[in-house]
Each structure stands twice: as structure tokens, then as C-alpha cells.
């Protein structure tokens, strides 16, 4: 039931920034896009999300189009730590489970 | 840290039991999420409650149940439990699910269930 589309792998050079892109081609008005990384198999870390405008925090950049079928994830500065696997996930307008997706594995190489 | 408690980190039985885990979530949220990681399925999720009420029905299997305290912490109970159901499971709990910034799921380090 995963409503997004991500690459399965890549790799970022450290120190370069990650871009991570995410298809979600019939998301509707009302839904938000998460962003989630789970570092080996400890529990799935929060990143960012977003309605339709660009945002920012400490993490991570999400930029996403104006259609709003696809998005962005930008680690500005990738560090070896942000090896992980990736998950984009589109929540349902009632705030009910999120579906993960097989996400993509980032690897940063030194 | 993300402030969500679970316990125990692992867990080992026999298959024909049953086991219970347990959450915390974090302080102010009132609902909270159950997933099952397991190797070949990757993140399912499994039942929502929302302050003490069933919100939300997942990939549940009859022999695993759930409920949320008055206290807000929540257990899952896993029975007759067979090989398949080695996993990680993650708790995870949000403000409320009413949607956008509130709906923000935190998650818990996870247990992990072997059965052997």
C-alpha cells in the first residue's frame, strides 16, 4: 500500500550533499510528506515533513515540487552517521499508520 | 533519545507461547503505534490507540492483541507464537493523529523477538 516510489540505493561522498528524491504522484491536497531514517536496526528516526512548501531544520532540507508528486531530501553535508536507509512516506489525512516503502539505502563514502 | 520507552530490548521463547512488550510513549502523546520489522516484510504496521481507544487496524494477525492504559503506556501481546513471528517490534507515539505536525510518529529502540 506504499504510496511513494524511491530509489533502492545510492551513494553520497562525505561531505557532498545527499539528494534523496521521492515519486508521489496521487498524493491528495490534504496529505503531508515524511521523511524518516532508520540506522541499522535501531528504531525509525524522525527527519523532516511538509504540506507543500520547502522546509528546513537542523537535519535536513525537503523541497517539494509544485504539483507536489514528487520531493526532495537534502542532507547538505553527508556524513559517514547519515549511512542509513531512508523512508518517504505520505500520511494519511487522518493522522492513521504510516506505510513504509523499502525506502533507499544511503551509503556515504569517506 | 526520542523519549519513547520499550521494554524488553529482547526477548527469546519458544514457539507455543505467548509474551508481552511494552511502551512508554513520550511524555504528552497520546497515541501510540505498534510495527513489525521482520527481514523479508520490512516496516509493517500493525494497531493504533489513541488515548486508550483503538484507532487504527494494520497487518494484525489474530494472535497478537493490544491495548492502551489509562496511564497512556500500551502493550502488545504475541500468543502461540511460531518461528515467523522473530521481528523487531517498534512502538511508536505521536501528540495526536489528527494530521500535519501533531501526526509527527517518534519511535521507541525496539524489541527484538526470537523465537525458537
Known amino acids: 500500500d506504499a504510496k511513494t516510489t524511491q530509489p533502492t540505493s545510492m551513494d553520497c561522498a562525505e561531505g557532498r550533499a545527499a539528494n534523496l528524491p521521492c515519486n508521489h504522484s496521487?498524493?491528495?491536497?490534504?496529505?503531508?510528506v515524511y521523511w524518516y531514517r532508520q540506522i541499522h536496526s535501531q528504531g525509525p528516526q524522525y527527519i523532516i515533513h511538509?504540506?507543500?512548501n520547502n522546509e528546513t531544520n537542523e537535519m535536513a532540507s525537503l523541497i517539494i515540487t509544485e504539483d507536489r508528486k514528487s520531493s526532495t531530501l537534502i542532507l547538505p553535508h553527508a556524513t559517514l552517521r547519515d549511512t542509513a536507509v531512508y523512508y518517504c512516506?505520505?500520511?494519511?489525512?487522518?493522522?492513521?499508520?504510516?506505510?513504509f516503502g523499502t525506502g533507499t539505502s544511503l551509503t556515504v563514502i569517506p | 533519545d526520542s523519549g519513547v520507552t520499550q521494554t524488553p530490548k529482547h526477548l527469546i521463547t519458544a514457539t507455543g507461547q505467548r509474551v508481552t512488550l511494552r511502551c512508554s510513549p513520550r511524555?504528552?502523546?497520546?497515541?501510540v503505534y505498534w510495527y513489525q520489522q521482520s527481514l523479508d516484510q520490512g516496516l509493517q504496521f500493525l494497531i493504533q490507540?489513541?488515548?486508550?481507544?483503538?484507532?487504527a487496524k494494520g497487518n494484525i494477525l489474530e494472535r497478537f492483541s493490544a491495548q492502551q492504559f489509562p496511564d497512556l503506556h500500551s502493550e502488545l501481546n504475541l500468543s502461540s507464537l511460531e518461528l515467523g513471528d522473530s521481528a523487531l517490534y517498534f512502538c511508536?507515539?505521536?501528540?495526536?493523529?489528527?494530521?500535519?505536525?501533531?501526526?509527527?510518529?517518534?519511535f521507541g529502540p525496539g524489541t527484538r523477538l526470537t523465537v525458537l
Open positions: 511508536a507515539s505521536s501528540v495526536d493523529p489528527s494530521g500535519g505536525a501533531k501526526d509527527t510518529q517518534y
Open positions: 496521487t498524493i491528495s491536497g490534504n496529505e503531508y
Open positions: 511538509g504540506l507543500k
Open positions: 512516506i505520505v500520511s494519511y489525512p487522518t493522522g492513521n499508520q504510516f506505510y
Open positions: 511524555s504528552g502523546d497520546l497515541s
Open positions: 490507540y489513541y488515548n486508550g481507544e483503538e484507532r
